[in-house]
């Protein structure tokens, strides 16, 4: 999970892959009485029969992770990834449900059918992809397709002022960190863990179930950094006790796409969800919800099957 080595205004363009609408306007020219009148037509037939007759996209999503998916005030899911599905829901003629689940629980509950799809800050990986362990064998688990939608890069956060002087990955070598389990940044600090090693300074890992806890390790010195998704860091460290609790520090690394995970069998919902995304990026919508979480310098131009590294 849960990457932006560029800073606003700048835009990120997806790698290869992108949809278009060109199937659309080809049924639309095709004729028949029962042909789609239009391209918003074409993406609401394109969606698969099971969710069409359901009327639902159910989405899992690990609500614990502001501004990217958490519960508002209210209790209701808020942030930019259930913004972006509800918006993404209208094009596609469905309501959106969504699904709380602990993010490295994401994956197998895709595969297993307890959602649709799932989007939660989710990094598009030839690890997820192909279902590889650290060792980069297969696992014999089933992998999941994606479908790109933002360009995050990974960020350090550490105690107001920095008292530990962290800056980089080295500097964490003889310490303790603290990371949310199953995500990107914990495959990072993992590949750390050895580096540390060679140097003779042991880097011990304290991992949890969510980000919050990691944290909160941090605030109380237990750990000297976490390491999260820049818009997950700078959103806490503006937002916890007034901006005086965190800070984010040294430059960011391991720019990444997040992807809506499909799975790999549900090839025409994956491609339904593709064509909904790219109609969200044109008319606009898409943009005034990066810019209302103030994420814009993760902004995809197009939208992009199995983009990632």
């Not at 049924?27 to 639902?56: E, F, Y």
């Not at 995500?183 to 042991?202: F, H």
């Not at 818009?231 to 992807?259: H, I, K, L, M």
Request: net charge neutral; with cysteine; hydrophobic share 40%.
């Amino acid at each position: 999970m849960r990457h932006l080595s560029c800073l606003p205004p700048c835009r990120r363009a997806l790698p290869a892959a992108a949809l278009t609408t060109a199937s659309a306007l080809l049924l639309t020219a095709c004729g028949g009485s029962d042909a789609p009148k239009s391209a918003a037509d074409a993406i609401k037939a394109a969606v698969p029969k099971a969710q069409r007759a359901a009327g639902v996209l159910r989405v899992g999503s690990d609500l614990n992770y502001a501004p990217v998916d958490f519960r508002g005030a209210d209790g209701d899911p808020d942030g930019l990834d259930p913004d972006l599905a509800n918006a993404l829901g209208k094009v596609l003629g469905l309501r959106i449900e969504i699904v709380d689940t602990t993010f490295d629980k994401l994956i197998p509950g895709l595969n297993s059918g307890q959602f649709d799809v799932a989007m939660s800050a989710i990094s598009d990986t030839a690890q997820r992809r192909d279902a590889l362990g650290e060792d980069g064998r297969p696992t014999g688990q089933p992998g999941v397709d994606f479908v790109d939608y933002f360009i995050a890069g990974t960020a350090i956060i550490v105690q107001k002022g920095n008292p530990k002087g962290i800056r980089t990955l080295d500097d964490i070598c003889g310490r303790t960190v603290a990371v949310q389990r199953g995500s990107t940044q914990d495959e990072i600090i993992g590949r750390q863990v050895a580096a540390c090693g060679r140097q003779g300074k042991p880097l011990e890992v304290h991992r949890f179930d969510n980000d919050s806890q990691a944290l909160a390790e941090v605030a109380a010195g237990r750990a000297v950094a976490d390491f999260n998704d820049f818009p997950v860091a700078a959103y806490a460290a503006r937002t916890t006790d007034g901006g005086n609790r965190f800070e984010v520090t040294g430059a960011q690394s391991q720019s990444s796409p997040y992807g809506i995970a499909v799975n790999k069998s549900a090839t025409a919902l994956r491609d339904a969800v593709a064509k909904g995304l790219d109609q969200l990026i044109r008319s606009g919508e898409y943009d005034k919800i990066l810019a209302k979480w103030n994420v814009s310098a993760g902004a995809a131009q197009a939208a992009a099957i199995n983009g990632g590294l």
